[in-house]
Every structure is written in C-alpha cells, then in structure tokens.
C-alpha cells in the first residue's frame, strides 16, 4: 500500500500535468508562464472547459456569463442566516454553496465558479457588519471580486495580481481536493456535490489551509535577525513551516515566482506595507537553508502558499479567507475535472487491507 498514495497514478486527464522534478506546471498544453502573462482568469476557465459541455461558448461569451451568474448567485445572500458568520469563512461560504441545485451543466458550472467570489465578498463584508455589495456583471471575476470585498473599484495593479493569482491556482493535476472531487463525480453526483466535497479538502492546513498560518509565522518572526533562531526552535519541536514542501515538486513550485513576481510588481505600484517583502524573503531563504540542513534527504522547497500569503495580505483580503480565495481560483480546476470524469471515468472504488482483528468463528 502507497501511504497517501504516494506516486499511485489514480485517473488520466487531459486538464493539467505538474512535472514535480522539471518544476513545471502545464494546463492544457500551455505553461503556466505562457498563462500568467497572456491569460484572464476567464480565459483559463474557458481553456479548461473546453470539450467538456456541449453548449460552451466562446472566451468572451463565457466571461459575460460569469459575470451574470455572479448576479443570480447574489440572491442567494437576500436572506441569509446570521449563524452562518459565527462560522469560519470556509464553513459559510460551504453551507452557501450547498444551495445550489446539484447539476451537471453549463448553468450550474457558472454558478459554482461565480459563486466563492460572491459569498466571499460578502462574508468578509457582512462579518464587519457592512453591507454585502451587489456584483457588477461587466467587470472581469477578479476586479468584481476585489470590488465586492473592499466596497471599491480596485487599481489596475491590484486586478493584475489577483488575476495572475486566480490563474496560477486554477489547476493543479490530482490534489487532495480535485482528487476528491473526482471520487465524488466518480458515483453519478453532481458538480456542486463535487465541488463541496473539493473545499471540504481544501480546508485542510496540509492543502488549501495553509497560506493564513504563513502570516502567522512571519508575524510571530516579525523582523528578518529573528527568523532563524525562530524557525530552529519550530522544526525542533516537529513543526511543519507553513509555505515549504510539497509531495510532488521536488524543486521550487513555478508557482512560487509567479506569485513573487505579481507581489513585487504590486510593492513597486507602493500597495505593499513597507518591510513585507523583505520580511517574506529573509524568512524563505533561512527557512530553505534550514529545511536543507535538517532533511537533507527530502527536498523541500517554497510551496504556492508562502506568497500567495504575502499577495492575499496585499490585497487586503482578511487571512480567515486565504482558503476561500483559493477556492475562487481553483473552481475552475474542480469543475473541469468533475466533467472529465463524469465524462470518461469509472466508479473509483480502490481496495483496502484489513488488519482488523481475525474473523471470530460462531462455535457451532
Ligand atoms: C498545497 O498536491 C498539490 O498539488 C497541493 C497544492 C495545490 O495546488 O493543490 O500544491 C497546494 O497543498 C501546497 C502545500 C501547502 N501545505 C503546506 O505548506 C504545509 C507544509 N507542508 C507540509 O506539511 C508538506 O510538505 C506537505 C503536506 C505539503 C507534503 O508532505 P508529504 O509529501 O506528505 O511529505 P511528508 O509529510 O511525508 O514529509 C516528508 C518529510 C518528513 O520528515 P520525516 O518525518 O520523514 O523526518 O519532510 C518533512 C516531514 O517532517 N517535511 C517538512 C515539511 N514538509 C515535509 N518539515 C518541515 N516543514 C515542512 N513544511
């Protein structure tokens, strides 16, 4: 048995390849830096739509029809439970998406890629006791989701960071979370069964849970002489560091650098608070150096999670969100790859190895 599955291939797909050794991300063909510098977010979920429903339209259509079912999914807020702001952002927007009828088409796909930006917005909004802001359905996903968050029009810097933000995590081959979504397509359900399945895993701090303890850590550091004594003591009481390794990469990320790269070109516009930067990179290379020093057998290097924190934060997105700003990227991934195996998958229904206790025989 694999522990973890660890390199088991368990589906074939034509969305996304992750070349752990080369630290390469390819999406449909296309590399990930191809994506960042050319592509909207729209154009990425159009890229991974692509044969997988009958009634695609083209690259704008699609992106006009986002923008209205960002409008019909606001609805859902009229009334919404007050409870559900007692709950951490992920657990609201989940109970939230689970109103969504449990389709398998066109209609439903919108709704579901439309709706974590609009629940998020309004969450964030709702939980500082403002009003929700309505979607504006001419903007593109993440200047509207931007917008809708902070209650104004963002800059030009800071749609091109979360755009190349929303990219760059659209789709990540088979992780935890896409890999459940698959298992839950795998029985006949439907996307939104899937997709709630997908956040469920996503919300883990070994996956999608991970960039809102990155800040934790850099807050506890708090200035660059600290970082290594601080991050010694972590791995010496077993800690993990947040941002750092990755079961498939055995080199750095690629998503690492288009994320700094999308952080430094916000800091050079003057939106990033000043020292972050820095702070971020002194911590990353005492912790890389560390990482090294302590298992030099298991490379492990900086994951998506370590900048994404510091760009999130930039954007002024509250850290208990990171997860659900994740998951307004990586729907995309997750509807994809629910149609792919709806499409051309079996039932997976792997086998287990007992090792319970031996079968007691009735005395006869
Ligand atoms: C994401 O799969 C994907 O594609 C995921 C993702 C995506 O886009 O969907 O890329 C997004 O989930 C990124 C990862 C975010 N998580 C974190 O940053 C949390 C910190 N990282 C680790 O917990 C860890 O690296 C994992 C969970 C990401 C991967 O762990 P593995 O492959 O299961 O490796 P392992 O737990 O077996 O660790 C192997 C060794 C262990 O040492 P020993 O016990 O053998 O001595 O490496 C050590 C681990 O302790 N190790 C770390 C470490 N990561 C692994 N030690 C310190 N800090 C770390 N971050």
């Not at 007050?82 to 449990?102: E, N």
């Not at 796909?109 to 609009?118: I, S, W, Y």
């Not at 498939?248 to 998503?255: A, L, S």
Request: aromatic content about 4%; hydrophobic content about 45%; overall charge neutral.
């Amino acid at each position: 048995m694999k522990d973890g599955l660890e390199d088991v291939i368990a589906a074939q797909t034509m969305l996304s390849d992750v070349d752990g050794n080369a630290g390469r991300l390819v999406i449909r063909g296309h590399t990930l830096d191809d994506l960042v510098q050319s592509s909207s977010f729209e154009d990425v979920a159009h890229l991974l739509f692509a044969d997988l429903f009958p009634d695609l339209p083209d690259a704008a259509a699609l992106a006009a029809a986002l923008g209205s079912a960002r409008t019909k999914i606001f609805r859902h807020l009229a009334a919404i439970d007050p409870a559900l702001l007692t709950l951490s952002p992920v657990a609201a927007i989940r109970a939230l998406m689970a109103r969504i009828d449990d389709g398998n088409d066109l209609v439903t796909a919108l709704q579901l890629l439309a709706a974590p930006a609009v629940f998020t917005a309004a969450i964030i909004r709702l939980r500082r006791s403002q009003q929700a802001i309505a979607p504006d359905a001419t903007l593109s996903q993440a200047a509207d989701f931007l917008r809708m968050a902070s209650g104004r029009p963002p800059t030009a810097e800071q749609t091109a960071a979360l755009n190349t933000y929303l990219v760059t995590v659209s789709d990540h081959g088979l992780n935890a979370s896409t890999f459940a979504a698959r298992v839950v397509a795998s029985t006949g359900a439907g996307l939104t069964s899937s997709s709630l399945a997908a956040l469920g895993a996503l919300s883990g701090p070994l996956h999608g849970g991970a960039p809102g303890p990155v800040l934790d850590m850099l807050d506890a550091i708090g200035n660059p002489r600290d970082a290594e004594p601080w991050l010694e003591a972590a791995l010496a009481r077993g800690e993990r560091l947040m941002g750092f390794g990755h079961r498939i990469y055995r080199v750095r990320d690629p998503r690492a650098d288009a994320l700094k790269g999308a952080l430094r070109a916000l800091a050079a516009s003057g939106q990033v608070v000043e020292g972050r930067t820095e702070l971020a990179e002194a911590v990353e290379a005492a912790a890389l150096s560390l990482l090294k020093r302590k298992k030099p057998d298991r490379p492990l290097d900086t994951n998506v999670e370590f900048y994404t924190a510091l760009l999130l934060e930039a954007l002024g997105f509250p850290r208990e969100t990171f997860t659900c700003v994740f998951a307004v990227g990586r729907s995309a991934g997750w509807i994809a790859h629910t149609r792919e195996q709806a499409l051309h998958g079996r039932l997976m229904r792997p086998q287990s190895l007992y090792i319970g206790p031996a079968t007691k025989v009735p005395h006869s």
